[in-house]
């Protein structure tokens, strides 16, 4: 949400993220695909990194549904207040 984009293991659900230009998601016994990945970016210019990270906001903001992350949150709160420890 940052603007940030981000390295990830292939196991999260969060994918294609190379064709988002949100990041990478990658194998993690491939050392060699996260530093090439760390090489990329450093190599970027200003406006091609603007882009990855303009782009990486875009996609974290389509896979947040706030509506839901705030009737969980309010309900999370509801359940911590009704119960007893």
């Known amino acids: 949400m940052a603007g940030c ?11 294609n993220l190379r064709e988002r ?4 998601d990658l194998p993690l ?11 990329l970016f450093a190599a ?8 990855w990270s303009d782009s990486s906001r875009l996609y974290a903001q389509s896979r947040i549904n706030v509506d839901a992350l705030l009737t969980e949150t309010r309900n ?6 009704t119960t007893s420890f």
């Open 5 to 15: 984009p981000v390295l990830l293991s292939d196991q999260t659900p969060w994918r």
């Open 21 to 24: 230009k949100a990041g990478f």
């Open 29 to 39: 016994d491939r050392h060699d695909l996260f530093r090439e990945s760390i090489e």
């Open 44 to 51: 970027m210019d200003e406006n091609e990194f603007k882009t």
């Open 76 to 81: 999370m709160f509801a359940m911590a207040t």
